[in-house]
């Protein structure tokens, strides 16, 4: 199985702050890589697939890239609303589709 | 606009066993793979399982193989979770999802939980 690993798993940092997390997979998976936004209490969203690809409801201010093994979701301007917690999930080739196991994003 | 609502959770005993439902809405349910995904209070999101559009394909976390079996009813637009020898540490939350773009999973119910405990 591919072991998905995301740092930091927390963090916090102030309104308007450059907030990256970085996902690493254990093996190459090209870029079959989402990321997703569950804020406290709710479902989780699907925020970018394929590693850079934002759905349309995301700001801008949200990017992904990377290819491989390693990954990064950018949040360029931190703002009040991004208080979540960030996971990577990769979905390459057959399940099992596995996640990572979350940053906790935290303003201070 | 896409709806997906899960039921059927609730407390069961160890050993016993529990069938969750997830009924779609607003897209084209014949279509679509569709997974679960469970998340325990407080902890990460785990992938449980998938079953593609027209069900002759599943496949399972090692966690519940042989225990849990993904089924769906696309004239029903239901998905569905047949859990059996449930354990404790099967107590999660369990959200039906669906498969979009490379099996990105774009849309989530609320989900429904499971609680294992005597």
């Known amino acids: 199985d591919i072991q998905m690993t995301q740092s930091p798993s927390s963090l916090s940092a102030s309104v308007g702050d450059r907030v990256t997390i970085t996902c690493r997979a254990s093996q190459n998976i090209n870029t079959y890589l989402n990321w997703y936004q569950q804020k406290p209490g709710k479902a989780p969203n699907l925020l970018i697939y394929a590693a850079s690809s934002l759905q349309s409801w995301v700001p801008s201010r949200f990017s992904g890239s990377g290819s491989g093994t390693d990954f990064t979701l950018t949040i360029s301007s931190l703002q009040p609303e991004d208080l979540a917690t960030y996971y990577c999930?990769?979905?390459?080739?057959?399940?099992?589709?596995?996640f990572g196991q979350g940053t906790k994003v935290e303003i201070k | 606009e896409v709806q997906l609502v899960e039921s059927g959770g609730g407390l069961v005993q160890p050993g016993g066993s529990l069938r969750l439902s997830c009924a779609a809405s607003?897209?084209?349910?014949?279509?679509?793979?569709m997974h679960w995904v469970r998340q325990v209070p407080g902890k990460g999101l785990v992938w449980v399982s998938h079953i593609n559009s027209d069900g002759s394909s599943t496949s399972y976390a090692d966690s519940v193989k042989g225990r849990f079996t993904i089924s769906r009813d696309n004239a029903k637009n239901t998905l569905y979770l047949q859990m059996n020898s449930l354990r404790a540490e099967d107590t999660a939350v369990y959200y039906c999802?669906?498969?979009?773009?490379?099996?990105?999973?774009?849309?989530w119910g609320q989900g429904t939980l499971v609680t294992v405990s005597t």
């Open positions: 999802t669906r498969g979009g773009w490379l099996q990105a999973l774009n849309y």
């Open positions: 607003g897209f084209t349910f014949s279509s679509a793979w």
């Open positions: 999930q990769q979905t390459y080739n057959t399940p099992p589709w596995t």
